[in-house]
């Protein structure tokens, strides 16, 4: 079974672009959660998404969106890139949205020019 | 919301030496897993456990849910266990990670 899947793996952008980084769920899995990693640091809660609906959201500027398609995979989008949006995106795939474990892809590497 | 605090923050070891990685949570959590992330930035999974104790091969993984605390053991550590560990528990929806410990193996 595919684990799950994250694309691009590596992304260079210029400042003020916007950015679509895509996410396939293990098959079975219908919740998917992104998390913003910077270097040094914890990966931090960006959103979760299940059976299409917004679950969760973090600490994070509307530039920031997501969303859920009929097939559990999910996009998250970001608008006007800043530098500071250097980072790993990771998704995490789960049965459902409560105590179930996650499953990470490998993630996006974003570097903001 | 809930807090997680790793210890220590880096950890420098031999080969073959033991290990014990500890994670602190502020509150009570439905999840409780541990991660070890490559040099890639995947995070693997290591173990999930909410309570209890779990083994897998030369790991380990403690939880004592009542006193807010997990522990990870290595045994016989190798080269190829250096990296960062993390953990991470979920309250509502979200996982909650410590800032990880960098784990050090020299040969």
């Known amino acids: 079974d595919a684990g799950v899947t994250q694309s691009p793996t590596h992304l260079i952008k210029t400042r003020g672009q916007h950015v679509t980084l895509r996410c396939s769920p293990i098959?079975?899995?219908?919740?998917v959660s992104w998390y913003q990693q910077v270097l040094g640091q914890g990966p931090q809660f960006i959103f979760q998404?299940?059976?299409?609906?917004?679950?969760g959201r973090g600490n994070f500027p509307d530039r920031f969106s997501a969303r859920q398609f009929p097939n559990y995979s999910s996009e998250l989008n970001v608008n006007a890139l800043l530098l500071g949006d250097s980072a790993l995106y990771l998704c995490?795939?789960?049965?459902?949205?409560?105590?179930?474990?996650?499953?990470f892809g490998q993630g996006t590497r974003l570097t903001v020019v | 919301g809930i807090q997680v605090e790793q210890s220590p923050p880096d950890l420098i070891l031999q080969e073959g030496a033991n290990s014990t990685l500890r994670c602190n949570f502020s509150?009570?959590?439905?999840?409780l897993q541990w991660f070890h992330q490559n040099p890639w930035g995947q995070l693997i999974n290591l173990f999930y456990?909410?309570?209890g104790t779990k083994q897998n091969g030369r790991l380990s993984a403690t939880t004592v849910a009542t006193e807010r605390y997990s522990l990870l053991y290595i045994s016989s550590s190798q080269t190829t266990d250096s990296g960062v560990y993390f953990c991470?528990?979920?309250?509502?929806?979200?996982?909650?990670f410590g800032q990880g410990t960098r784990l050090t193996i020299n040969p």
């Open positions: 509150d009570s959590v439905n999840n």
């Open positions: 098959s079975g899995h219908k919740s």
């Open positions: 456990i909410p309570s």
């Open positions: 991470a528990g979920k309250g509502a929806q979200k996982l909650v």
């Open positions: 998404y299940y059976e299409k609906e917004e679950r």
């Open positions: 995490a795939s789960s049965l459902s949205p409560g105590g179930t474990e996650a499953f």
